[in-house]
């Protein structure tokens, strides 16, 4: 099973703020990750799929980059509706989630 | 826009079987694959497989031996069925469009297996 490692596990910004999620796999998964938000009692949202392409309907604030075992999910200029838990996902080999980063505010 | 929405009991017996469906609205089922997914309270998300609209399906080998999933294209559904729980698999299921990368997410229902 291909473990994913999210860091760090909470993250303290303010608006405007720019954030770094980083999702670490522990072997390759090529480009096949993705990255989603989860606020509490709503559905998950697909924000980025295959490492850097962003989901419909996602704003340009959000993108994705790396490939192999590291990845980076970089919000911008964060907007207080950003505040949220993100998760990668790979589907190189079956599917397995990353525990997760919380981004609070600060 | 299409939407997904989980029902089903909330509330299990040990070693019984766990039954969801899913209803996809806005759209047809058809030319997609569909997955079930879970979260256990405080813990992560957990793929538990998927189905093509063909019937196609694939699952987590952690569950294989418990897990069946079905479709019905008449009523553009799909469902979950998980044998023999127990409180390990007292969770938060969400139902999701894909089978690789989930595109469109269910709200999710809780179900607790407890007697």
């Known amino acids: 099973e291909i473990v994913l490692t999210q860091s760090p596990a909470t993250l303290s910004l303010s608006p405007g703020e720019r954030a770094t999620l980083s999702c670490r796999a522990s072997?390759?998964?090529?480009?096949?990750l993705a990255w989603y938000q989860h606020k509490p009692g709503q559905a998950p949202r697909l924000l980025i799929y295959?490492?850097?392409n962003r989901a419909t309907g996602i704003p340009a604030r959000f993108s994705g980059s790396g490939s192999g075992t590291d990845f980076t999910l970089t919000i911008s200029s964060l907007e207080p509706e950003d505040f949220a838990v993100y998760y990668c996902q790979q589907r190189h080999n079956w599917r397995t989630f990353g525990q997760g980063t919380k981004l609070e505010i600060k | 826009q299409v939407q997904l929405q989980e029902s089903g009991p909330g509330l299990v017996k040990p070693s019984e079987t766990l039954s969801l469906t899913c209803t996809v609205s806005?759209?047809?089922?058809?030319?997609?694959?569909w997955s079930w997914i879970r979260q256990p309270p405080g813990k992560g998300l957990e793929w538990i497989g998927y189905?093509?609209?063909?019937?196609?399906?694939s699952y987590n080998p952690s569950l294989k031996s418990r897990v069946t999933i079905s479709v019905d294209t008449s009523k553009n559904e799909f469902s979950l069925n998980l044998s023999s729980v127990t409180a390990a698999d007292t969770a938060v299921y969400y139902c999701?469009?894909?089978?690789?990368?989930?595109?469109?997410w269910g709200q999710g229902t809780m179900v607790t297996v407890s007697s």
């Open positions: 999701a469009r894909g089978g690789g990368t989930f595109e469109i």
């Open positions: 189905i093509h609209f063909s019937g196609t399906t």
């Open positions: 806005g759209g047809s089922i058809s030319s997609y694959y």
């Open positions: 295959d490492a850097s």
């Open positions: 072997q390759s998964v090529s480009n096949y």
